[in-house]
């Protein structure tokens, strides 16, 4: 496995917003938290296999152009959150890194099939028995 570069300064986007939940007097007046979008689909910093990797995954922050939008308010102030989200990111881009181990296709073994049909046999005599009964 191969370690992730570091992504240059020049594909990421960070936008301030203000933040939503509790935060007193400063929460209307200043933009602590951090909007941070990478564009995974148009990034030259990616190999082709890691880029491939992060857009199959089903990630709710992935938009459909192949932008990663991470979102991050969850400290008070500017600089952490903004620390925050890129570690966010770091931790999204390293798992593209991981290769995924090959499935390795495994059957039941007899043993296993004869008591799988042992306990449809006993299910069935089980509900045969139900069936002569009048519950009135």
């Given at each position: 496995?191969?370690?992730?570069?570091?992504?240059?300064?020049?594909?990421?986007?960070?936008?301030f917003v203000r933040a939503s939940g509790p935060?007193?007097?400063?929460?209307?007046?200043?933009?602590?938290?951090?909007?941070?979008?990478?564009?995974?689909?148009?990034?030259?910093?990616?190999?082709d296999a890691v880029r491939a990797?992060?857009?199959?995954?089903?990630?709710?922050?992935?938009?459909?152009?192949?932008?990663?939008?991470?979102?991050?308010?969850?400290?008070?102030?500017?600089?952490?959150?903004?620390?925050?989200?890129?570690?966010?990111?770091?931790?999204?881009?390293?798992?593209?890194?991981?290769?995924?181990?090959?499935?390795?296709?495994?059957?039941?073994?007899?043993?296993?099939?004869?008591?799988?049909?042992?306990?449809?046999?006993?299910?069935?005599?089980?509900?045969?028995?139900?069936?002569?009964?009048?519950?009135?």
């Amino acid at each position: 496995m191969s370690t992730p570069p570091a992504i240059p300064e020049s594909e990421l986007v960070e936008r301030f917003v203000r933040a939503s939940g509790p935060g007193g007097q400063n929460v209307n007046k200043v933009s602590t938290a951090v909007e941070l979008r990478f564009d995974i689909a148009g990034s030259p910093s990616l190999p082709d296999a890691v880029r491939a990797r992060l857009l199959a995954r089903r990630d709710r922050r992935v938009t459909d152009a192949g932008v990663l939008v991470i979102s991050a308010q969850r400290f008070r102030t500017q600089e952490r959150n903004r620390e925050d989200a890129r570690e966010r990111l770091a931790a999204f881009v390293a798992t593209g890194y991981e290769v995924p181990k090959p499935r390795v296709a495994t059957r039941p073994t007899r043993g296993a099939k004869e008591r799988r049909l042992g306990a449809k046999r006993e299910r069935s005599t089980i509900k045969r028995g139900r069936a002569g009964r009048d519950w009135e």
